[in-house]
């Protein structure tokens, strides 16, 4: 029996079960739990089915949301779930990374007012689970089309783009620099957010499509993209190849030992499992007293794993205030919980040495919020005279990350901004003929829904330009 | 997975394999090298590539055993295979006529300059190779860089063998050599000889690379923790380099972040022998 939107209405949001803070800050297990089917049910009723859904606009794979939380409420579960892969082939990574608050629940009718929207991210999260272990899929392959497609990295925008070309027939391959695929996923966002059996799982029904994935190449090393057209046969080629690049704050003691990048630290500790060492053999360094700067959501990774590597104090030191933190709300509210000591309004001017060259303290300056800058948060300008020190044995650098030349230096027709990332147009297509380019690359560090977004935008487009192709 | 498709111990310590890498193979240039992991819980380490076969899609790559995973891969044999191979990395020498080369290598370090005496070599260059260690069980390579210098030199420290001395003092009667000037010099090996070296050779103002070797772990520049600093600016070895200007280049700075992980090594080597020892008996 179908609901009311009246009744709809009376069921409060249903909250996502976590684990305790002081028991998951000393293991790297996820900390959401997940919905079960009553939980869930529950919360899909919410959705009183807008007949012009706002939250399909809003997402940038636009899933239809009312649908798939309809099949939810009715029980259908596989239906829920085939609406949903549809559109997402990464639903289990969406569903526990996306923003949902500044995308499909910013606009959800529910929250307007004092209101809460409906939990779309906690439903997506549980329907992609429910898939994983039940959805029994046959993929039947499509009619080839005879061309041959390269993808410039294995993130959130390749593994997209893949996915979609494939479905039409396009012979893929991904081509991926590291030895496991999934980019950021798989080195940067660690497993107590989003475990790697997930990408792994993911990855492998792409792989089951008829994704090729390989792995240690290095485009503009292993081949450069004038090779993968002309001598390889590839006859279009979309980069996403992400803002690998790690901005350094270039002040004294930064080469010291015990001080990291956020993508050396995570890297260590996700891609190569160095939380696990010596059982894995890549090393990591244990602080007593971590001090992680950034306010984003790199930030709070890198944080609450110095927290789960053992640091007595692990503390965020960021220069503007909460409220300007680019990191979710999710990721900030877990982190202090977690016991996390954020010392805001401040920024470090120095590192200072131990007599063994060792980082042993981070000096830093306060700051006050001025005029809004470029971005419209409010600029922090430093206090005269406030500095003071934050004894500290680890310090990991969180302050963003920049476009990597590896490739585009060795490309020198695809044009870039100023900042190195590539310029396409609304297609996603480069200066050069039969390159597209979306993700992080062409964006600056943006979301995983994002990139995907583009991915999807840009495989419509590599069709049509194929399809042109064939039709001269 | 890579298969080995040769390997042979070319000293105590040093071994010698031809791993099955076709795309590493087919462009790869001297100076660049490889990162390896060899199974899942690995570490990723870099080896200069040695040599390359384009046609037959082989790599050559000559390893020294000094820690977990160099002499876990010491113990592979023809028939074995490594998970992963990646590359070529880092950016090839530059290969220029320059007269008399002089490359220098001490242990490891060896590895790398062999394949830069081949390329100096080819390029029509007069190559006097150095290779020296402590004693004489620790000079490597020496018959491999017979077959492309014109000249080898082996030291050792305590005179068991070749020259006594370091390599550093074999330079010196080399840069004394009037009839034979040298026009430049490449350097691979451990910190304190580059730093010897590149400290000869600075006041008399002879072009000096040297192949720098921090710890890396991606090699593509994402990380940024195989950083150096040279003259006043911070590079990163893996795609700005491995080469730079030793006249440049801050030794005491890269020699100290080295030892960043000494006591996890030990704890890995030292679980390593003990496994060993259980799977003996
Ligand atoms: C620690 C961290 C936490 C984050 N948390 C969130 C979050 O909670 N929610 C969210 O939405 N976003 C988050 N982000 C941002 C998000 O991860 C990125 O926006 C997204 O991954 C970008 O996707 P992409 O496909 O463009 O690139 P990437 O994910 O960066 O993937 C690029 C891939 O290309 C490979 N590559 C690079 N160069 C080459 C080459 N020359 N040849 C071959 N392969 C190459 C790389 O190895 C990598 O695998 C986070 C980012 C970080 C670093
Ligand atoms: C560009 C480059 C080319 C190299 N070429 C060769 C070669 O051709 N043959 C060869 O035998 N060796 C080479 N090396 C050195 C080799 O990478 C190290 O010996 C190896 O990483 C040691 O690993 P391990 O686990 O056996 O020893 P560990 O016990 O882990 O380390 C011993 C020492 O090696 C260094 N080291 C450790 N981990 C790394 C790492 N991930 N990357 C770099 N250095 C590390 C540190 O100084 C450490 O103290 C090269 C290094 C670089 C940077
Ligand atoms: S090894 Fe990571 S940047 Fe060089």
């Not at chain 1, 704050?249 to 030992?257: D, Q, S, V």
């Not at chain 1, 480069?430 to 039969?434: D, L």
């Not at chain 1, 964006?443 to 943006?446: Q, T, W």
């Given at each position: 029996m179908a609901l009311t939107p009246k009744e709809r209405m009376k069921i409060q949001r249903q909250d996502m079960p976590e684990r305790e803070p002081g028991v998951r800050n000393q293991d790297f297990k996820e900390v959401n739990v997940g919905f079960d089917l009553k939980l869930a049910q529950l919360e899909a009723e919410r959705c009183i089915q807008c007949k012009e859904a706002k939250c399909i606009d809003d997402c940038p794979v636009e899933i239809d949301i009312p649908l798939f939380l309809e099949h939810i409420a009715n029980g259908d579960l596989k239906s829920a779930a085939e609406v949903l892969l549809k559109d997402n082939a990464l639903p289990g990574i969406t569903g526990r990374v996306c923003p949902q608050e500044e995308q499909c629940e910013k606009v959800c009718?529910?929250?307007?007012?004092k209101g809460c929207p409906v939990a779309i991210g906690h439903l997506e999260r549980f329907i992609a689970d429910w898939a994983r272990e039940n959805l029994d899929e046959k993929f039947t392959p499509p009619e080839p089309t005879g061309y041959k497609v390269a993808i410039v990295g294995s993130g959130p925008a390749g593994l997209t783009t893949a996915g979609e070309l494939t479905k039409k027939g396009h012979d893929v391959t991904v081509f991926e620099a590291l030895h496991t695929p999934g980019g950021v996923l798989t080195y940067g966002i660690p497993e107590f957010r989003l475990p790697n059996e997930i990408i792994d799982a993911e990855v492998d029904r792409l792989r089951r499509m008829g994704v090729k994935i390989i792995c240690n190449?290095?485009?503009?090393?292993?081949?450069t993209i004038d090779e993968l057209m002309n001598e390889e046969g590839f006859h279009a080629v979309f980069v996403a190849n992400g803002a690998g690049l790690p901005v350094f704050?270039?002040?004294?003691?930064?080469?010291?030992?015990g001080v990291y990048s956020a993508n050396e630290y995570l890297t260590r500790s996700n891609l190569m499992r160095a939380y696990r060492f010596p059982d894995y053999d890549t090393p990591i360094i244990h602080g007593e007293k971590a001090v992680v700067i950034g306010g984003g959501n790199t930030a709070m990774d890198s944080v609450r794993t110095a927290k789960r590597l053992g640091a007595k104090q692990a503390t965020l030191v960021y220069r503007r205030s909460r409220a300007e933190m680019p990191a979710r709300n999710e990721e900030i509210h877990h982190a202090e919980e977690e016991g996390i000591i954020f010392k805001l309004l401040c920024s470090p001017v120095r590192f200072l040495s131990s007599e063994d060259g060792w980082v042993c303290g981070c000096e830093c300056i306060e700051m006050e919020l001025g005029e809004p800058d470029a971005s419209g948060r409010r600029r922090p300008v430093p206090i005269k005279g406030s500095e003071f020190i934050i004894e500290c044995d680890l310090v990991v650098e969180a302050i963003g990350t920049g476009a990597n030349p590896l490739l585009t230096s060795t490309t020198p027709d695809i044009e870039l901004n100023r900042w190195g990332n590539i310029i396409v147009d609304e297609k996603g297509m480069?200066?050069?003929?039969?390159v597209f380019a979306g993700g992080d690359i062409t964006?600056?560090?943006?979301t995983v829904i994002l990139a995907m977004g583009d991915g999807k935008k840009a495989a419509a487009a590599i069709d049509r330009y194929l399809c042109e192709k064939a039709a001269k | 997975m890579f298969r080995i498709l040769d390997a042979k111990q070319l000293a105590s310590d040093v071994k010698w394999f031809r791993i099955e890498a076709p795309l590493v193979a087919k462009h790869r240039k001297p100076g660049q090298f490889v990162i390896i992991c060899l199974d899942e819980t690995g570490e990723r380490i870099p080896l200069t590539v040695a040599d390359s076969d384009p046609e037959k899609g082989t790599i050559e790559l000559i390893v020294k055993a000094i820690g977990k995973t160099t002499m876990v891969l010491c113990r592979k044999e023809k028939g074995d295979s490594i998970a992963h191979v990646m590359g070529p990395l880092g950016r090839p020498t530059d290969i220029e006529k320059v007269g008399h080369a002089v490359v220098v290598g001490g242990g490891v370090g060896t590895a790398v300059i062999y394949p830069l005496a081949q390329a100096l070599r080819e390029a029509g260059n007069y190559v006097s190779a150095i290779t020296g260690g402590r004693t004489k069980d620790l000079v490597v390579l020496e018959e491999e860089l017979e077959k492309v210098s014109d000249v080898v030199y082996a030291t050792t420290d305590d005179g068991s063998y070749g020259f006594k001395g370091t390599v550093a003092d074999k330079l010196v009667e080399l840069l004394e050599d009037k009839e034979r000037p040298i026009g430049a010099i490449y350097c691979a090996g451990p910190v304190p000889m580059m730093r010897a070296i590149a400290e000869l050779t600075k006041p008399r103002g002879i072009k000096t690379i040297v192949s720098l070797n921090p710890i890396m772990v991606d090699g593509t520049g994402m990380c940024g923790g195989c950083r150096v600093t040279i003259g006043e600016e911070t590079k990163f070895a893996c795609v700005d380099g491995p080469e730079f200007d030793g006249h440049e280049v801050n030794f005491d700075e890269l020699w100290d972040r080295l030892s960043a992980y000494h006591k996890q090594e030990r704890v890995s080597l030292e679980r390593m022998e003990h496994e060993c020892e259980l799977d003996a008996q």
């Open positions: 009718v529910r929250g307007k007012g190449v290095v485009i503009g090393r292993t081949f704050m270039n002040i004294p003691g930064e080469n010291l030992k480069t200066s050069k003929a039969g964006r600056g560090g943006a | -």
